[in-house]
């Protein structure tokens, strides 16, 4: 199952503070991520891939158009 950033932050209950916090990312991009308006790096990617205990494949990174 594929699904975002901001689905699995809503799902384990993890702000973006909190998101920040243990990934090392800053928090304005992490939002910035979480509402697809920013395409994250490989290293990001598999930072953020790592909090949630799942694969970077498993994560939806694209840009999101208003």
């Not at 920040?20 to 990617?45: F, K, M, Q, V, Y």
């Not at 494949?57 to 999101?64: L, R, T």
């Amino acid at each position: 199952m594929v699904t975002n950033v901001a689905a699995l932050c809503e799902q384990h209950q993890v702000t973006t503070a909190q998101l920040a916090e243990r990934t090392g990312i800053d928090e304005p991009r992490l939002t910035a991520i979480a509402l697809g308006r920013w395409t994250p790096s490989p290293a990001e990617r598999q930072k953020i891939a790592a909090v949630f205990n799942v694969s970077v494949d498993q994560i939806s990174w694209g840009h999101k158009t208003p």
